[in-house]
Each structure stands twice: as structure tokens, then as C-alpha cells.
Nanobody
Framework: QVQVVESGGGLVQPGGSLRLSCAAS????????MGWYRQAPGKQRELVAV???????NYADSVKGRFTISRDNLKNTVYLQMNSLKPEDTAVYYC???????????WGQGTQVTVSS
């Protein structure tokens, strides 16, 4: 069993910054991809950023140049540094980890990010 727990969400003014963290624990041999997704009210969940075990990254066009994803393989943790936040970044942010062997994917419970003045 694998547990995934996000932290770091909150309320921030436009132009501000937040750093999200996500830690995976439990029976883990190796975590392959780790990613951040978000879901705004009335919208589908979308990919924000993903990072491979070798730290290759991919970002949604809407966050390129503002968000940075990173990971610590020893701690089974992934981070999302969010700068220059905009009201349209408001959403519940979810962490996803893809574990080997088995190829199972696990989600966290989500953390709310609200960008508002």
C-alpha cells in the first residue's frame, strides 16, 4: 500500500508564490514519474507538470516559466514551486506517483490553492 500526502496550499495574492510538497510512503520499490495535476471548479483535471526519475520535466503551456517541479528520490518527495501566480491558477492541486514494479498509480487527497486579492 502506498500513501501520498500533499501540503503547502493556501491563499495567496496575484503575483505571489507558493511551494507545494508531496511525500509518498509505504511499500515502494521505486517511484518512476511524479506529477502535479489540478482541477478548478467545473473543469476537468489537467496536468500541470511531471518529472521522471531521471528529472526530465514536462510542463503545461499555461505554467511554463512560472512553475518549477523538482524531486528528492531519497525522500520519495516531489515539489512544485509556483511563482507569479494568477487567479486562473486557483484549483485543487493533486499529486500523482507512478510506482514500479507493478505500474500502479497513486493519488493524494489534494491541496487547495487560491489566488485572489
Amino acid at each position: 500500500q502506498v500513501q501520498v500526502v500533499e501540503s503547502g496550499g493556501g491563499l495567496v495574492q496575484p503575483g505571489g508564490s507558493l511551494r507545494l510538497s508531496c511525500a509518498a510512503s509505504g511499500t515502494i520499490f521505486r517511484i518512476m514519474n511524479m506529477g502535479w495535476y489540478r482541477q478548478a471548479p467545473g473543469k476537468q483535471r489537467e496536468l500541470v507538470a511531471v518529472i521522471s526519475r531521471q528529472s526530465s520535466t514536462n510542463y503545461a503551456d499555461s505554467v511554463k516559466g512560472r512553475f518549477t517541479i523538482s524531486r528528492d528520490n531519497l525522500k520519495n518527495t516531489v515539489y512544485l514551486q509556483m511563482n507569479s501566480l494568477k487567479p486562473e491558477d486557483t484549483a485543487v492541486y493533486y499529486c500523482n506517483v507512478f510506482v514500479a514494479p507493478g505500474g500502479n498509480s497513486y493519488w493524494g487527497q489534494g491541496t487547495q490553492v487560491t489566488v485572489s486579492s
